[in-house]
C-alpha cells in the first residue's frame, strides 16, 4: 500500500526564518505526491503536487517542496516564515491501487507554528 | 461565491439517531469525495462519486449511506449514530483530469 510519514507532531519556527515540513514517502511505481493545508476550523486547501519533472516543485503562498527520489522524501519548505503560515499542513500520496479513481492517501499532519 | 458548501457546520445528536450532512459544489466537478478527520486530525477517506456513481467505498460500516442525487451534490446519511461516529466530516471535489481536491469547511458532528 501507498503511504506517507509525517515524522514531526510539530514544527515550531520564528517568523522570518526559512522552514521545513518533513514527508517521506512508501510506493509501488511513480510516486505522486501532494501537500495540503488545513487553517484552524477549515476544510483543507491544496499547496502544490509533485508528478513528474523538475525535482523543486513550487505552489501558493510561496511554499515548495523538493522531490528526493533517493532519500524517498518530499519536504516542503518556505524560504521566510509568516505567523499567518501557521497551520496544519498534510502529505499526502496517490493510491495507485486504486486504479484510475484518484484516491490519495494523507499523511498524520504537522502542525506549523510560526513564532513572531 | 463558487465554493464546496456542507451543511449543517455543527451537529450535536444522541446515540442512536439518525442524521445527514448535505455537501454542494457549484464548480462543475465531476468527482466528489466525504473524509471522516478524528480528534487526532487523522483524515481518512470514506467514499468517492464520479458522476453519481459510486466509485470508492472504504471499509465504512454500513451504518453510513452516501447518495449522489447528481454530479453536484453527495450527501451523507448515518444511521444509528454512535459516539465513535464523532468526528468532523468533509467533503471535497475535484475535476476531470486534475489531482487538486477542493474541500469544504466540515461539518463538526458531535454524538452524546
Known amino acids: 500500500a501507498q503511504s506517507v510519514a509525517q515524522p514531526e507532531d510539530q514544527v515550531n519556527v520564528a517568523e522570518g526564518n526559512p522552514l521545513t515540513v518533513k514527508c517521506t514517502y512508501s510506493v509501488s511505481g511513480n510516486p505522486y505526491l501532494f501537500w495540503y493545508v488545513q487553517y484552524p476550523n477549515r476544510g483543507l486547501q491544496f499547496l502544490l503536487k509533485?508528478?513528474?519533472?523538475?525535482?523543486l516543485v513550487k505552489g501558493s503562498y510561496g511554499f515548495e517542496a523538493e522531490f528526493n527520489k533517493s532519500q524517498t522524501s518530499f519536504h516542503l519548505k518556505k524560504p521566510s516564515a509568516l505567523v499567518s503560515d501557521s497551520a496544519l499542513y498534510f502529505c499526502a500520496v496517490r493510491d495507485s491501487e486504486s486504479g484510475g479513481y484518484q484516491k490519495v492517501t494523507f499523511g498524520t499532519g504537522t502542525k506549523l507554528q510560526v513564532i513572531p | 461565491d463558487t465554493a464546496v458548501s456542507q451543511t449543517p457546520k455543527y451537529l450535536v445528536t444522541q446515540m442512536g439517531n439518525d442524521k445527514s450532512i448535505k455537501c454542494e459544489q457549484n464548480l462543475g466537478h465531476d468527482t466528489m469525495y466525504w473524509y471522516k478527520q478524528d480528534s487526532k486530525k487523522f483524515l481518512k477517506i470514506m467514499f468517492s462519486y464520479n458522476n453519481k456513481e459510486l466509485i470508492i467505498n472504504e471499509t465504512v460500516p454500513n451504518r453510513f449511506s452516501p447518495k449522489s442525487p447528481d454530479k453536484a451534490h453527495l450527501n451523507l446519511h448515518i444511521n444509528s449514530l454512535e459516539l465513535g461516529d464523532s468526528a468532523v466530516y468533509f467533503c471535497?471535489?475535484?475535476?476531470?483530469?486534475?489531482?487538486?481536491?477542493?474541500f469544504g469547511p466540515g461539518t463538526r458532528l458531535t454524538v452524546t
Open positions: 471535497a471535489s475535484r475535476p476531470q483530469g486534475s489531482w487538486e481536491q477542493y
Open positions: 509533485y508528478i513528474t519533472g523538475d525535482n
